[in-house]
């Protein structure tokens, strides 16, 4: 909402006997709610992953293959794409950083050999907009591959961000494995087949034996939570 202008970025789909088409749109509201400007028809076969309104810029990201990194102009109501950018991967949410800059939280993917998209892990990028009409990836860090996943693509109050430490952190639930792996075999060290197998027994205190517990249960609840996170039903959750 800006003004007495509400903005709305869409993805529409039309279903065919061989298929289905779709496409990205964004939509200009007044305050009866009509429409009052359009931009339809954005990266056709694509779907939107992300989008970012500041002021009176959309920052959208659509994807199919590559991720288009798209700059909409949003200050009549007449919007029209300034710039765009097309890279690898894409991004399920963005965060501002300043004006200049934002982030963008999502996946690393490339083609694999039957022509399909394989995804990879998880992919963290700057974006600098500050030249709308030419927007880039300055920087990139891909965490892990596949397996590993996090609350961050899904929700932003996963994430925090503190500017004035230049620190941004979230979780991935590969720390959790780490945890729970770490805390099974600190768990299976002390026992009778660790012994067995070793030819002699290992005593831990009781402070490290329950540590190790503690880290075993802790990460594997984490690991199932994490699974369903998008389940709203806690029994599927579990």
């Not at 006997?17 to 990266?43: H, M, P, W």
């Not at 996943?149 to 899904?154: F, G, H, K, N, P």
């Not at 500017?163 to 720390?175: E, H, I, L």
């Not at 792996?181 to 768990?187: A, P, S, V």
């Amino acid at each position: 909402e800006s003004g007495n202008r509400f903005r709305i970025a869409t993805t529409s789909e039309s279903f065919w006997r061989v298929g289905f088409t779709s496409s990205s749109n964004v939509y200009v509201l007044d305050e009866n709610l009509k429409q009052v400007g359009s931009l339809t028809e954005i990266a056709p076969d694509e779907r939107i992953y992300s989008a970012r309104f500041m002021g009176d810029k959309l920052f959208l990201v659509t994807f199919k293959q590559i991720d288009p990194f798209f700059v909409i102009d949003l200050s009549a109501d007449s919007p029209k794409i300034l710039g765009a950018l097309k890279i690898p991967g894409f991004s399920n949410y963005l965060q501002p950083y300043d004006k200049d800059h934002i982030i963008g939280i999502g996946r690393d993917t490339k083609v694999n050999e039957w022509g399909g998209v394989q995804t990879n892990g998880v992919k963290i990028s700057m974006f600098d907009v500050s030249d709308f009409k030419n927007p880039k990836e300055t920087d990139t860090i891909i965490i892990g591959d596949n397996s590993v996943d996090s609350e961050a693509l899904y929700s932003h109050k996963s994430l925090l961000l503190n500017k004035q430490k230049d620190v941004m952190s979230f979780v991935c639930d590969v720390v959790l494995w780490y945890v729970f792996l770490i805390g099974l075999i600190l768990m299976l060290i002390p026992t009778s087949i660790f012994a067995s197998l070793a030819g002699s027994t290992i005593v831990f205190p009781a402070w490290l034996s329950m540590l190790s517990k503690i880290m075993t249960i802790g990460g594997m609840v984490g690991i199932v939570l994490m699974a369903g996170r998008r389940a709203k039903n806690p029994v599927k959750r579990l």
